[in-house]
């Protein structure tokens, strides 16, 4: 009965040592493309496009213009102007100061999709 246990808890041992081996390595992943991420902004500084100037929605599909129904809405990542429709993603992205679920366009989101998680969608 003790050689059982202890088989048992020497396999649990290993399966632990093995899930861990597993995180630490998924966390050196995030940590270089989080190191990426923040270099290639902090190489290239994105503003916000002013209101002023957007007149039409940034999706080259889309391009409505904006009026007091259809509001301007910036992506955080980036800072282009877009309707509401086309920035239909919402993630975290903390190398920007943005801890919780902010609203990204669809450009931004294939870029940060491999190094956030996803949070959902803005329906």
Same mark, same amino acid.
């Given at each position: 009965?003790?050689?059982?246990?202890?088989?048992?808890?020497? %396999?649990?041992?290993?399966?632990?040592?093995?899930?861990?081996?597993?995180?630490?390595?998924?966390?050196?992943?995030?940590?270089?493309?989080? +190191? &990426?991420?923040?270099?290639?902004?902090?190489?290239?500084?994105l503003?916000?496009?002013?209101?002023?100037?957007?007149?039409?929605?940034?999706?080259?599909?889309? +391009?409505?213009?904006?009026?007091? !129904?259809? +509001?301007?809405?910036?992506c955080?990542?980036?800072? +282009?102007?877009?309707?509401?429709?086309? !920035?239909?993603?919402?993630?975290?992205?903390?190398?920007?100061?943005y801890?919780?679920?902010?609203?990204?366009?669809? &450009?931004?989101?294939?870029?940060? &999709? &491999?190094?956030? %998680?996803?949070?959902?969608?803005?329906?």
């Amino acid at each position: 009965m003790e050689a059982l246990h202890t088989n048992k808890l020497t %396999k649990m041992k290993r399966e632990h040592e093995e899930l861990l081996g597993e995180a630490q390595s998924r966390a050196r992943e995030a940590e270089y493309s989080y +190191r &990426d991420l923040s270099s290639l902004q902090q190489t290239f500084k994105l503003t916000w496009v002013p209101d002023e100037v957007s007149a039409r929605c940034f999706n080259i599909t889309c +391009r409505n213009q904006f009026n007091q !129904l259809l +509001r301007r809405h910036h992506c955080r990542c980036c800072g +282009r102007v877009f309707c509401r429709t086309c !920035l239909p993603h919402c993630v975290p992205i903390p190398s920007l100061g943005y801890e919780d679920a902010v609203k990204i366009c669809g &450009d931004c989101f294939t870029i940060v &999709d &491999d190094t956030f %998680k996803v949070v959902g969608s803005i329906a």
